[in-house]
Antibody
Framework: QVHLVQSGAEVKKPGASVKISCRAS????????FSWVRQAPGQGLEWLGW????????NYAEDIQGRVTLTTDTSTSTAYMELRSLRLDDTAMYYC?????????????WGQGTLVTVAS | DIVMTQSPATLSVSPGERATLSCRAS??????LAWYQQKPGQAPRLLIF???TRATGIPARFSGSGSGREFTLTISILQSEDCGVYYC?????????FGQGTKLEIK
């Protein structure tokens, strides 16, 4: 079965960067893409970006573009999200989710989430 | 961006009854509409995609309907474990956008 395992919780200071990993198993990595979604405490879901694990094509939400980079490593079946210039309001649970290989789609498997806390 | 609006914000339903959750898109999303369930402390779980197709392992009491801009998630014969927050999502246009969620409470 499909399994996505994310890296552990992070505590960062404003202005720092964070890189979260999402290791996939149970399927052929390059047959899907990944979306990254975050959820601030007590809030709803915010889609951040999408990347194809097949060809590396990617798209980012306009609000966060310029601070976020999505990558994949096919040799380890791992997707990564790096967020730079962290702000206090970046504090949230960050999720990776399996997506369509060629476009943003529905998210059929999710990682367990990585809590990122930004505090001075 | 396409704005997804869900109603009601909170719904309280007794076990065994039917729950109806609504989702409206600011423009047509064709059939690119999904529903997710999120329980406290857990990641969201895909329930429905393509308006009405149940994801693997989702019980038949969950059903989706609608078209264009108006969509409905129906949970028939509500069970206690169905409590949580339900989100709709459109994936017809960049970026995929979520509704703000409907919190389903069991009376």
């Amino acid at each position: 079965q499909v399994h996505l395992v994310q890296s552990g919780a992070e505590v960062k200071k404003p202005g720092a960067s964070v890189k979260i990993s999402c290791r996939a198993s149970g399927y052929t990595f390059t047959t899907h893409g990944f979306s990254w979604v975050r959820q601030a405490p007590g809030q709803g879901l915010e889609w951040l970006g999408w990347i194809s694990a097949d060809n590396g094509n990617r798209n980012y939400a306009e609000d966060i573009q310029g601070r976020v980079t999505l990558t994949t490593d096919t040799s380890t079946s791992t997707a990564y999200m790096e967020l730079r210039s962290l702000r206090l309001d970046d504090t949230a649970m960050y999720y990776c989710a399996r997506d369509h290989p060629a476009r943003v789609g529905y998210l059929d498997s999710w990682g367990q989430g990585t809590l990122v806390t930004v505090a001075s | 961006d396409i704005v997804m609006t869900q109603s009601p914000a909170t719904l309280s339903v007794s076990p065994g009854e039917r729950a109806t959750l609504s989702c409206r898109a600011s423009q047509s999303v064709s059939s690119d509409l999904a529903w997710y369930q999120q329980k406290p402390g857990q990641a969201p779980r895909l329930l429905i995609f393509g308006i009405s197709t149940r994801a693997t392992g989702i019980p038949a009491r969950f059903s989706g309907s609608g078209s264009g801009r108006e969509f409905t998630l129906t949970i028939s014969i509500l069970q206690s474990e169905d409590c949580g927050v339900y989100y709709c999502q459109q994936y017809n246009n960049w970026p995929g956008t979520f509704g703000q969620g409907t919190k389903l409470e069991i009376k």
